[in-house]
C-alpha cells in the first residue's frame, strides 16, 4: 500500500509546473490499448515543448511521418484511454499523464506545431484524468542519463538489424546509407 502522500498526488489538471516540464520535454512514450486488450507504446519526439498544452485539462500531441503503423491509433478509435510519460534529457524523474484521446486532423494550433515548415499529419488530444510526477529511481538504477554507461555497439546497428528482420533482400550496403546522416536529415 503506498503511502499517503503518494496515493494521493495525482491532479485531475496540469499544475503550471507540469506544464512547464511538458514545454521543456523533446520525448515522451504513448501507451495505449485496445478493446481487446492488445498494447502498444509508441516513441513521439520532436523539439522540445512539441507537445501543446492547450489549456490545464487537454494536451496535443504532434503526429509526424513514420512507419505509418498507426498501432495506437487504431487503438484509440477502439479505446480511447491513454497514457503518457515525459522525459527531460538528464532529469531522473518524469510526468506521467493518463487521460481519454482523441484524433484531430487539423486544428488552428497545427501551423503553431510546423517543424522545418512541416506541420502535423495529424494530432492526438487528450483529456487529462491525471497527471504527476514519477520518481527516478528507475532512471538511477539503469544509469541511463549516464553516458560512460553507454554501450550502443554492444547490439547490432540499425541497418544490420533491418536486414536481418524487415529487408532481407536489400544489400547491406543500401541499408547503412539509408540508415546513415541522410535519415536524420530527412526527418521532415
Not at 509508441?42 to 492547450?54: C, E, M
Not at 512541416?118 to 483529456?127: F, G, I, K, N
Request: a neutral charge; proline letters at 10%.
Amino acid at each position: 500500500m503506498p503511502i499517503p502522500r503518494v496515493a494521493n498526488k495525482a491532479r485531475t489538471s496540469l499544475h503550471p509546473i507540469q506544464r512547464d516540464w511538458i514545454a521543456h520535454s523533446p520525448f515522451c512514450l504513448v501507451a495505449t490499448s485496445a478493446a481487446d486488450g492488445s498494447c502498444d507504446v509508441s516513441p513521439k519526439g520532436d523539439p522540445p515543448g512539441f507537445t501543446r498544452v492547450l489549456d490545464p485539462t487537454l494536451l496535443a500531441v504532434p503526429e509526424r511521418k513514420g512507419n505509418r503503423r498507426a498501432d495506437g491509433f487504431r487503438n484509440i478509435l477502439s479505446n480511447p484511454h491513454v497514457g503518457l510519460i515525459f522525459f527531460v534529457p538528464g532529469r531522473t524523474d518524469t510526468l506521467r499523464v493518463n487521460g481519454r484521446a482523441r484524433l484531430v486532423r487539423d486544428a488552428p494550433y497545427f501551423d503553431d506545431m510546423a517543424v522545418r515548415g512541416t506541420r502535423p499529419v495529424l494530432a492526438m488530444e487528450v483529456d487529462v484524468d491525471q497527471a504527476f510526477f514519477h520518481c527516478g529511481k528507475a532512471f538511477l538504477r539503469s544509469e541511463l542519463w549516464r553516458a560512460e554507461s553507454w554501450r550502443p555497439d554492444d547490439v547490432p546497428s540499425r541497418a544490420v538489424i533491418a536486414k536481418a528482420l524487415e529487408r532481407p533482400d536489400d544489400p547491406l550496403e543500401e541499408l547503412e546509407e539509408y540508415y546513415g546522416p541522410a535519415y536524420a536529415a530527412n526527418l521532415y
